[in-house]
């Protein structure tokens, strides 16, 4: 929570954020429009790396210090959502389907894996990437916007045999 508390713990810090598993969010920054995301842009990793590495001095103007987090404010839940449509390799869409969230499926720690959808047209949008998954921080990852896809789409999971993303309707 403060500089006297994190400072013995600089070197670990680094290395948790460089192998992303601090903040624990396993979705990669700019691979989908994700709404609350929790990702450390590569400019956040680098300040971090840099810090460390100048020897981790503490800041000079305490009024730059963000404010405390409030942890008495209860987690926001999770919006409800509807029917899941589960993805393990690809899945042609039979009729049009919108979706709002995507969450994985039957994926091992540790694993990775990618979500994309082909629409007819032959646009491709990259829906999420899954990188060093961890189920004890697994979570519903809510798009920036729905998705609306006309039938026909194609979505597609890769590495095959990784596992299964479950896209999730509105309710």
């Given at each position: 929570?403060?500089?006297?508390?994190?400072?013995?713990?600089?070197?670990?810090?680094?290395?948790?954020?460089?192998?992303?598993?601090?903040?624990?969010?396993?979705?990669?920054?700019?691979?989908?429009?994700?709404?609350?995301?929790?990702?450390?842009?590569?400019?956040?990793?680098?300040?971090?790396?840099?810090?460390?590495?100048?020897?981790?001095?503490?800041?000079?103007?305490?009024?730059?210090?963000?404010?405390?987090?409030?942890?008495?404010?209860?987690?926001?839940?999770?919006?409800?959502?509807?029917?899941?449509t589960v993805v393990s390799g690809n899945l042609n869409l039979k009729t049009a389907s919108t979706f709002v969230a995507v969450r994985a499926r039957n994926l091992a720690d540790g694993a990775s894996i990618q979500a994309v959808a082909?629409?007819?047209?032959?646009?491709?949008?990259?829906?999420?990437?899954?990188?060093?998954?961890?189920?004890?921080?697994?979570?519903?990852?809510?798009?920036?916007?729905?998705?609306?896809?006309?039938?026909?789409?194609?979505?597609?999971?890769?590495?095959?045999?990784?596992?299964?993303?479950?896209?999730?309707?509105?309710?």
């Amino acid at each position: 929570m403060n500089y006297q508390e994190a400072r013995p713990w600089a070197k670990a810090i680094k290395e948790e954020v460089l192998e992303r598993r601090m903040p624990p969010y396993a979705a990669v920054k700019g691979f989908g429009e994700l709404r609350d995301d929790q990702a450390l842009t590569q400019e956040d990793l680098h300040v971090i790396a840099d810090w460390v590495e100048g020897g981790s001095p503490e800041g000079d103007d305490p009024g730059l210090l963000p404010k405390a987090p409030d942890f008495s404010k209860p987690s926001r839940p999770d919006k409800k959502t509807g029917a899941e449509t589960v993805v393990s390799g690809n899945l042609n869409l039979k009729t049009a389907s919108t979706f709002v969230a995507v969450r994985a499926r039957n994926l091992a720690d540790g694993a990775s894996i990618q979500a994309v959808a082909e629409k007819p047209d032959g646009t491709i949008l990259p829906l999420i990437w899954l990188y060093d998954y961890k189920s004890k921080f697994d979570r519903v990852y809510y798009f920036r916007a729905p998705l609306a896809f006309p039938a026909g789409t194609k979505i597609q999971t890769f590495p095959a045999g990784a596992g299964s993303v479950a896209l999730l309707a509105a309710q």
